[in-house]
């Protein structure tokens, strides 16, 4: 048996408030939450998981329908395999098209400061101009 937990000590788990707990439930983004007997929200340890990941999701910019697509699927069991897949395949792709733009952005970054050394180095500007900065 799962151990199960209220919402204040499964805020905590996940490192958020109990706000942003009933927020994600209302969004449809924590699956089938179950209440105790006197009405309040039990969790259990499938729970954080899920909200761990969604909240990685969410860091590397994927939508609320996103992930709203992704737990919806989630709930319809193994049938959906590929069509979970395929979210994360296009969720993956759009990462990778990210990283490579930050990797472009950072070997402009180490030119100008290349260029700002040289720069210092000579006291003068050098001819070959990296941008107005």
């Not at 006197?38 to 998981?49: A, K, P, Q, S, W």
Request: charged share 35%.
């Amino acid at each position: 048996m799962s151990i199960r937990y209220h919402i204040g000590r499964f805020a905590k788990l996940v490192d958020r408030s109990v706000h942003a707990i009933r927020w994600y439930e209302a969004q449809g983004l924590i699956p089938a939450v179950d209440r105790d007997a006197g009405g309040r929200r039990v969790y259990e340890d499938e729970h954080v998981e899920h909200l761990l990941f969604l909240e990685r999701m969410r860091r590397t910019g994927m939508s609320v329908a996103e992930m709203r697509r992704l737990t919806e699927l989630s709930m319809q069991g193994w049938r959906t395999l590929e069509a979970r897949k395929s979210v994360l395949k296009d969720h993956r792709a759009e990462i990778e098209a990210k990283i490579a733009d930050l990797g472009a952005a950072v070997d402009d970054i180490d030119a100008k400061i290349a260029f700002y050394d040289e720069w210092a180095r000579n006291k003068r500007r050098p001819r070959k101009q990296a941008g107005p900065v």
